[in-house]
């Protein structure tokens, strides 16, 4: 059992402000229903907090919304007894890493049961301890939401924040999710220096020609492997 303390309980998915550690939302949280929503929400955010918030809660997606919340009602056998999350996977670590971290999306029974980018899967058990042997991750595990983790000077952040079937989300989806992850970029500019993309999507978030210009400009860019989730 991941369950972090204080869940034990909660519905699948999990509602926002019901006590999940870290949940940034409530239900006074707007609700982006729509890609214009998504951009004009984005437009307004006030920092990574208000971000964490609107992204955790966005519905913008038919598709995906569907498949995350089937996901974690009817959950992986290893998990049954667990609350899954259920929602968007916002961004997470440092408020003003210098290194920053872009994937593909969650994977279903990975990020989408924890609630945490990166964690609960195989990739991320690889990356997490890498993190930690590399002095950017206070623990080389990462399992739940309440387990003690922090990221020094790092930031995770995904591309598509919602888990996709297949791993694989349309270029509508991705094109509809960009502009969560561009305020985000606006964000954290001011410190970041490095970003490392992991996968297409990820690069082609940042580092590739469809790269916002609100992108830090000074940061360097790094390639590397597919990107993917085992789910
Ligand atoms: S993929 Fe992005 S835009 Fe689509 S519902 Fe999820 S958070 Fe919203």
């Given at each position: 059992m991941t369950v972090p303390p204080g869940a034990e309980g909660l519905a699948s998915p999990v509602p926002p402000g019901?006590?999940?550690?870290?949940?940034?939302?409530?239900?006074?949280t707007p609700v982006a229903r729509s890609a214009g929503g998504v951009a004009r929400q984005a437009r307004s955010v006030r920092d990574l907090d208000d971000l964490g918030a609107r992204v955790s809660v966005c519905s913008a997606c038919p598709r995906l919304v569907r498949w995350r919340e089937d996901v974690a009602r009817e959950k992986r056998r290893a998990y049954a007894e667990e609350p899954y999350w259920g929602r968007p996977v916002p961004g997470w670590g440092a408020a003003d890493p210098w290194l920053l971290v872009v994937g593909l999306a969650p994977a279903a029974h990975g990020a989408n049961r924890t609630g945490r980018v990166f964690t609960g899967d195989r990739s991320g058990d690889w990356l997490f301890a890498a993190m930690h042997r590399a002095g950017l991750?206070?623990?080389?595990t990462s399992v739940?939401?309440?387990?003690?983790q922090e990221l020094l000077g790092a930031r995770m952040v995904a591309a598509v924040r919602c888990a996709p079937p297949d791993n694989k989300p349309t270029v509508e989806e991705r094109d509809a999710c960009a502009p969560w992850l561009h305020a985000e970029l606006a964000l954290v500019s001011p410190s970041v220096r490095v970003v490392v993309a992991l996968g297409a999507y990820g690069w082609g978030g940042r580092?590739?020609?469809?790269?916002?210009?609100?992108?830090?400009?000074r940061a360097r860019c790094h390639a590397s492997g597919t990107g993917r989730t085992p789910s």
């Open positions: 019901e006590g999940w550690p870290g949940d940034l939302a409530d239900r006074s991750a206070r623990t080389p739940h939401a309440a387990d003690g580092c590739g020609p469809g790269r916002p210009r609100a992108a830090p400009s």
